[in-house]
């Protein structure tokens, strides 16, 4: 089963735009994370925020989250071409030991 | 460097025939996983292990199965009863993160891709 479902399924933005990615779940959770794939490889870690934070930088990248919601956005701020890729949100749930993945989004920057 | 080494990086298989992906990490991580990816969809879980001599069935764990003998490795078998196995494998493993929290932050490899014929 997929927990977390991303939107939009693909985006296409111009460099120097910001990409702003959205991540939907089922069930309670311990932490969210986003991961990066570039086409044909291994994911990346990018970033986690635990239940209890609210939003999170690093670098280009803010994450928030609202456990009302039940939902998450990643947002790149002055994208470059270097990251086309595809981005997923990944849920741990609480009290369980189980990774799990939705289907991505895949981010398209064009020079 | 430390990191997850997954052979080999691409694999045919006839029907019938089981095959064997190899994953091995020197990261000295408890936990390892296998997930499936099909072509623009999210990974799903076939399996994953917290510990030495001890595995759990994930998600799509059916044609499927694994070891876990040393730390460093958890090779997945492909067997003849996966009816679709043509997909992009990825083998992680995990750490928890430095807050302590219980999160699993995981490192992947560069994949396998099987084929079958």
């Known amino acids: 089963s997929q927990q977390g479902e991303e939107d939009p399924q693909a985006l296409s933005i111009q460099e120097g735009e910001n990409a702003t990615m959205n991540c939907s779940y089922k069930?309670?959770?311990?932490?969210l994370q986003w991961y990066r794939q570039n086409s044909g490889r291994g994911l990346v870690h990018l970033i986690l925020?635990?239940?209890?934070?609210r939003e999170k930088h690093s670098g280009r990248l803010r994450v928030t989250l609202d456990t009302s919601k039940k939902s998450s956005s990643l947002l790149i701020t002055a994208s470059r071409a270097a990251d086309t890729a595809s981005y997923f949100c990944?849920?741990?749930?609480?009290?369980?030991?189980?990774?799990?993945f939705g289907a991505g989004t895949r981010l398209f920057v064009k020079a | 460097d430390g990191g997850i080494t997954q052979s080999p990086k691409y694999l045919f298989r006839k029907e019938g025939q089981n095959v064997t992906l190899s994953c091995e990490q020197n990261?000295?991580?408890?936990?390892m996983y296998w997930y499936r990816q099909d072509p623009g969809q999210g990974l799903r879980l076939i399996y994953y292990?917290?510990?030495?001599?001890?595995?759990q069935k994930g998600d799509i764990a059916e044609g499927y199965s694994v070891s876990r003998e040393k730390k460093e490795s958890f090779p997945l078998t492909v067997t003849s009863a996966q009816k679709n196995p043509t997909a992009f494998y990825l083998c992680?493993?995990?750490?928890?993160?430095?807050?302590?929290?219980?999160?699993?932050?995981?490192?992947f490899g560069a994949g396998s891709r099987l084929t079958v014929l």
């Open positions: 069930t309670s959770i311990n932490n």
């Open positions: 925020i635990r239940s209890n934070e």
């Open positions: 990944a849920t741990l749930n609480t009290g369980g030991f189980k990774t799990i």
């Open positions: 292990s917290q510990i030495v001599n001890d595995f």
């Open positions: 990261l000295n991580h408890d936990a």
């Open positions: 992680a493993s995990s750490t928890r993160d430095r807050g302590g929290s219980g999160a699993n932050v995981l490192t």
